[in-house]
C-alpha cells in the first residue's frame, strides 16, 4: 500500500507545475518587464488558462492589479508588456493581458525579494553569542535580531 498523498502529489505536480512557475518567473523579473516606475504602481496577481478546441495549448491570461489610472496608462503599453513577458519564457506563453482594478488609497506592497539565510557557520557563531543569556524567551528573539542583521547587511 501507497499513500495517497504520493499518488496527488505526482498527479497535481504535473497539471499545476507550469503555471507557478511561470508566474513565479514574471513576479521575479516584473521590474524588468514594465519598467521600475509602473512596478511599484501594479502587479501581476494570477495567470488564466483557458483551452481552445483543435489547440493543443490553452490561452494564457495575465491578471494585473493596479488603479484604474494607471490600468490606463499600461494599457498603452500592453502590446511591449507582452512582448518582453513572451521574450522572458522564450515563446508565445501569455496571449492576453488583463487588469483588476484596487482601489486607489489602498497601498500596493512592494514586491520584497527573499535574502538568503544563514550558513551553519552564522548560525553557530549567533547561538554561541547569546549562549550566556539565561531567559529563553530573551535568547530566542536575540537570535531572531542578531540574524535579521546580518541578512540586512549584505549586498
Partial sequence: MRRLSDATAKIAGKS????YIAIGR???????????????????????????????KPLATLEIATSSADATAMHYQKDLILERINQLFGEQWISAIRFVAIPSNAPIKPIKKRKAPLTSDQKKTLSDMVLSVEDEYMRDRLKQFGEHIITSERP
Fill in 16 to 19: 499545476f507545475e507550469r503555471k
Fill in 26 to 56: 514574471i513576479v521575479n523579473n516584473w521590474s524588468d518587464i514594465v519598467g521600475p516606475k509602473l512596478a511599484d504602481k501594479a502587479q501581476p496577481v494570477k495567470i488564466h488558462y483557458r483551452k481552445q478546441k483543435n489547440q493543443p
